[in-house]
């Protein structure tokens, strides 16, 4: 079965938990990782575009792209959040 939004979505919520209870103020994420993780990545139909819209859509005005594909969505996606969410 294919990895949904609510995926994505859950494994992010979990990094960002992880992350600040171990005392950070930022987390690093990357979009091949986040997929890995949900499972699926790599693979013939993987939802890549789907992870990096959720990614994205977490996206709050003290968060930044640090590296991003050309076209936008893919593996190479990685967003710094502030923490706490």
Known sequence: M???SYDFQK???KAFAEAYSMGRTNIDINSG???R???GYPGRNHR?????EVMKKNMK????ILEQPPKGKGASLTIRYKLPR
């Open 11 to 13: 494994e992010l919520e």
């Open 61 to 64: 005005k003290e968060d930044q």
């Open 33 to 35: 990782e986040l997929h």
């Open 48 to 52: 890549m575009p789907l992870c990096c």
């Open 2 to 4: 294919q990895p949904s």
């Open 37 to 39: 993780r949900v499972g």
